[in-house]
């Protein structure tokens, strides 16, 4: 069973950093792109970033350019989204996502429970 | 970036009656090289991460009950629940994966009336 389990969530105050963690087993992690996937209280699903198999490649909502990295390891079955300079506005569940086919282009099926991250002073 | 909208915001069912969600894409979303449409559709409950129902806009994710159905191609879109259950009040989101970033419609509520 796939299992997608996030942590690093919490209170921050504007300007300051976070980094995410998700921990990942049921599947072979090194074998697919992974996502996350972000959503404010009360709002939609905002796609933030995914990393390919190795690493070699990231893309981003270019919103978020310059102040998240998204990052993976392998050997821990881990993925991780580092956070700097947050505002007000990060406020949001933060979904580990795992995607359906091991493709770039892919549906996203099988998702984390999420962790909050509370941007406030 | 592709722009997902979706329509209505929200709807009321009567339970057994068909509820119909539209979604229109900015751009096409159907690659020509291999003629899938690169949209699915979640189903989000309070409290939990959404769902994936549908993707290739018409195949039903595994587990997934036969009164879903998707259809359309290139720009729009239709999820479809031929008949209303009470486990089916939710927030129900297209989204395509055509492109990074990858972007998804504000979603549609789906109520029992």
């Known amino acids: 069973e796939v299992q997608l389990v996030e942590s690093g969530g919490g209170l921050v105050q504007p300007g300051g950093s976070l980094r995410l963690s998700c921990a990942a087993s049921?599947?072979?992690?090194?074998?697919?792109?992974m996502t996350w996937v972000r959503q404010a209280p009360g709002k939609g699903l905002e796609w933030v970033a995914n990393?390919?198999?190795?690493?070699?490649?990231?893309d981003y909502v270019d919103s978020l350019k310059g102040r998240f990295t998204i990052s993976r390891d392998n050997a821990k079955s881990s993925l991780y989204l580092q956070m700097n300079s947050l505002r007000v506005e990060d406020t949001a569940v933060y979904y580990c996502v795992c995607p359906l086919f091991y493709q770039f282009l892919s549906p996203l099926n099988n998702w984390g429970q999420g962790t909050l991250v509370t941007v406030s002073s | 970036d592709i722009v997902m909208t979706q329509s209505p915001d929200s709807l009321a069912v009567s339970l057994g009656e068909r509820a119909t969600i539209n979604c229109k894409s900015s751009?096409?979303?159907?690659?020509?090289?291999?003629?899938?449409?690169?949209l699915a559709w979640y189903k989000q409950k309070p409290g939990q991460p959404p769902r994936l129902l549908i993707y290739?806009?018409?195949t039903r994710e595994s587990g997934v009950p036969d009164r879903f159905s998707g259809s359309g191609s290139g720009t729009d879109f239709t999820l479809t629940i031929s008949s209303l259950q009470a486990e089916d009040v939710a927030v129900y989101y297209c989204?395509?994966?055509?492109?990074?970033?990858?972007?998804f419609g504000p979603g549609t509520k789906v109520d029992i009336k």
């Open positions: 990393i390919n198999q190795d690493g070699s490649e990231e």
């Open positions: 751009r096409s979303v159907l690659y020509s090289s291999n003629n899938k449409n690169y």
């Open positions: 290739w806009a018409s």
């Open positions: 989204q395509q994966y055509y492109s990074t970033p990858q972007t």
């Open positions: 049921g599947f072979t992690f090194s074998s697919y792109w």
